[in-house]
Structures are given as structure tokens and as C-alpha cells.
């Protein structure tokens, strides 16, 4: 059953946090050189104030970033019915790489190939260790969620 109290309105903090805590795949939209968009699904790692992906060194996305900073990800749960919606704007940083998954880029990569794929997740992250990777960290500038259904401005009526 779902809570209508929590229907048609924003996440507080601390479900953000619990939310982002799902395996939400990330779709994270950055800026091509010709100006035009591009979106490309990611693993995401929350901290509370910042997430934290993990590009390959050649995936078009992260050459995308490290041109322009400035990215958009949208989270969302399109399958239970109460919707929850989170999008972050922010400013992408390089923390470190290109590296293969070693020190806190396999730290992250492991906590997030654990709630992606289950216990035997680093595994899957193993097969590809020696590949070169970035750690990259999202700065929010702005922070906008939503449950449930739509708010009342977007029902037009005839």
C-alpha cells in the first residue's frame, strides 16, 4: 500500500540518502564538444554531499566532463508506484586517474559492485582491474526530488 502523505512531494535529506543507497543506475548527462547533450547510464556512490562515479579513461562521457564540468544526473525509480525522482546539477572534479582499481577508486567500485550485483560483485569489478579508470566527484549546485504523483501545476484539465 503506498502512504499518500508522501505522495506529490520532495525527499528530505535523509531519504535522498536512502534512496541513492538503492542501485539507482545514474544516467548522467554531460556536454559533447558540438554543444549537443549526451546521456549514458553509471554505477553512482552517494556520500551524503557528493556522489562519486567511476568512468572508463576512454568512455566519451568522462572526455565529455573533463572539458565541461558541468553535468546533470537524474535518479529514478520508474517501477514501484510511489516514483522517487532525485537530479542533481553539479560540478564534475577528477579526484585521481587514470588508475586501474586500486586504493579508494577499488574501494568505491567495490561498495558499489556490491549493491549492484550482491556479494560476489567485486568479482565482476576484478575482471577488469587493470583497466584505467577515474575517480570522479559531483558536486551538487542544486538538488531536486519528488515522490509520487504529479504535482497539481502539471494536470491540465479541459
Known amino acids: ?10 525527499l528530505s535529506s535523509k531519504e535522498i540518502d536512502e534512496f541513492l543507497a ?10 559533447k564538444a558540438d554543444g549537443s547533450p549526451h546521456v549514458a ?8 554531499e557528493a556522489m562519486w562515479v567511476i ?3 576512454k568512455s566519451s562521457w568522462y572526455v565529455n566532463l573533463s572539458r565541461e564540468p558541468r553535468v546533470c544526473i537524474s535518479c529514478a525509480d520508474d517501477i514501484n508506484p ?4 532525485v537530479t542533481i546539477e553539479g560540478i564534475a572534479e577528477v579526484e ?14 567495490d561498495e558499489m559492485a556490491i549493491r549492484y550485483m550482491g556479494p560476489d560483485g567485486p568479482s565482476y569489478a576484478a ?30 484539465t479541459k
Open 22 to 31: 538503492l542501485p539507482i543506475i545514474a544516467r548522467i548527462a554531460t556536454v
Open 82 to 85: 510511489e516514483h522517487a525522482r
Open 96 to 109: 585521481s586517474g587514470p588508475v586501474p582499481l586500486v586504493g579508494p577508486v577499488k574501494e568505491i567500485a
Open 127 to 156: 575482471k577488469t582491474a587493470n583497466c584505467l579508470r577515474y575517480l570522479v566527484k559531483i558536486t551538487p549546485t542544486k538538488i531536486v526530488s519528488s515522490r509520487g504523483k504529479w504535482h497539481k501545476r502539471y494536470i491540465v
Open 1 to 10: 500500500m503506498v502512504n499518500d502523505s508522501k505522495k506529490g512531494r520532495k
Open 41 to 48: 547510464p553509471a554505477w553512482q556512490q552517494w556520500d551524503g
Open 55 to 57: 568512468p572508463r579513461s
